[in-house]
């Protein structure tokens, strides 16, 4: 978003957060690369058995967003898809 564009209308916060979120985004990329892939390596199990633990968390405690459990392709119990 440009910032003159905003200047004084309704978006004027939608510039600085834009901003703001940039700097966050480039300083995590700096620390993400000033890590070494080997330590990153020797972790992977742990990072997959995490990501499989908050999938989990989210198909059992998740929220329906727009009927979004309701109509899973993967769930034919619920689903109104064609079996």
């Known amino acids: 978003m440009v910032y003159s564009a905003t200047y004084g209308g309704p978006f004027t916060d939608r510039a600085f957060k834009q901003l703001l979120y940039l700097v966050i985004g480039l300083v995590v990329m700096v620390l993400a ?8 390596a020797e972790l992977n199990v742990v990072f997959y058995g995490a990501s499989l633990l908050m999938l989990g968390y989210l198909l059992l405690f998740g929220r329906a967003i727009a009927n979004t459990r309701a109509g899973s392709s ?10």
Request: overall charge neutral; proline content about 6%.
């Open 74 to 83: 993967w769930d034919r119990s619920t689903s109104s898809l064609p079996r």
């Open 33 to 40: 690369m000033a890590i070494d892939y080997h330590t990153l």
